[in-house]
């Protein structure tokens, strides 16, 4: 009786842990917005003179209430990725200094331009969450 207990006991514990194994481990979501879609962080070099002088990281997310349009941005965003790098590399050449924090209303004003050419309507709104510059001298 008791190797018949044991044996099911064996059985419901293996037949649990091979249910647990199939089902996907559960999506870790930024926030509970459907319209909300977080981007990598992008970086920039600054320069200090002729040489490097630090980083320059922007985290932005973007808030696409329209379902279309919100599409239209994931099957653009890497192009919409690289004229936002392209653009901070640009703004980090001429606006930004070792020794001075960046504007950081600048940089939401260039990337909403960005985000509307890009996906030729408004509509799409572009949140920054983090802007930090790494100075490396």
Partial sequence: M???VLALSILLVLTGAARA???PA???KVTQSESYMMLDPMYATIMDGERPGGMLMVA???DIP???LRAEAKRVMPVLRDAFV???MGFTGTHVRIAEQPDVVAIADRL???TDRELRSKGAHVLL???SCRVTN
Avoid: C, K, N, Y
């Fill in 2 to 4: 008791r190797s018949s």
């Fill in 21 to 23: 194994a199939d089902t």
């Fill in 26 to 28: 559960p999506e870790h």
């Fill in 60 to 62: 932005v997310g973007l």
């Fill in 66 to 68: 329209d379902v279309q």
């Fill in 86 to 88: 392209r653009s901070l």
């Fill in 112 to 114: 909403q331009r960005i």
């Fill in 129 to 131: 969450a983090q802007v």
